[in-house]
């Protein structure tokens, strides 16, 4: 069965430091991978999406992702955290037949000044 | 361009009461999602329409639950009569869920939720 997993819940990091939150994914076909971003009380944003070509992946606010087939993996980073970065992140995957996500159970980040 | 409209954001009942959510999709958007997601937890995908029709409710617990997108535009998801473990925020998304060549668009865009709280 498809599954996502983000096996840090919370991550701790001091503003200006880099950052890289981990995701694992199980799916048998290609997949389609994304990282969201959900601020309190917000709905989620999309920071990147993978779908194919190029494995190493820009998105917004400054994140990267790289895509690992090799390790089913799919990490977020960002080389200098600032404070507005504090949230939720979920990692998802995507199933091709039918649009559907599957999503992690989130990291919460916390910022320390 | 307008996003994604949920209402109400927040929603207190009892239990063995009804509560209806309602979502205004991006225009133009075919397909539209309904999530659950519970406190520390992913989003879990309840229903999925392609225009009016469904795609996939496999997750729904159609026992007390059940969603409707009339005329393919907004759509209505109801919960009667609803227990305790209910309560979480349910998220409201749509997509143009088109292929473009030969990769499937599927950012989906997320409205803000409403959050239930039953007591």
């Known amino acids: 069965a498809q599954s996502v997993t983000q096996p840090d819940i919370h991550i701790t990091v001091s503003e200006g430091a880099s950052l890289e939150l981990r995701c694992n994914y199980s799916?048998?076909?290609?997949?389609?991978l994304f990282w969201y971003v959900q601020s309190p009380g917000q709905g989620l944003q999309l920071l990147l999406k993978?779908?194919?070509?190029?494995?190493l992946v820009q998105g917004i606010k400054g994140f990267e992702a790289e895509f690992k087939r090799s390790q089913s993996s799919f990490n977020l980073r960002k080389p200098s955290v600032h404070w507005s970065d504090a949230a939720e992140y979920f990692c998802a995957v995507g199933m091709d037949s039918s649009y559907k996500l599957i999503f992690g159970s989130g990291t919460r980040l916390l910022v320390r000044p | 361009e307008a996003g994604v409209a949920q209402s109400p954001r927040y929603k207190i009942i009892e239990k063995r009461q009804s509560v209806a959510f309602w979502c205004n999709p991006i225009?133009?958007?075919?397909?539209l999602y309904w999530y659950q997601q519970i406190l520390g937890q992913g989003p879990k995908l309840l229903i999925q329409?392609?225009?009016?029709?469904?795609?996939?409710d496999s997750q729904l617990p159609k026992d007390r639950f059940s969603a409707e997108r009339l005329k393919g535009v907004d759509s209505t998801l109801k919960i009667q009569p609803a227990k305790l473990e209910d309560s979480a925020v349910y998220l409201c998304?749509?997509?143009?869920?088109?292929?473009?060549?030969?990769?499937?668009?599927?950012?989906?865009?997320f409205g803000p939720g409403t959050r239930l709280t039953v007591l």
């Open positions: 225009s133009g958007h075919a397909t």
């Open positions: 329409f392609q225009n009016n029709g469904v795609v996939d």
């Open positions: 799916y048998g076909a290609t997949p389609y």
């Open positions: 993978y779908f194919s070509g190029d494995t």
């Open positions: 998304a749509s997509s143009l869920g088109v292929r473009l060549g030969s990769l499937v668009y599927n950012e989906q865009f």
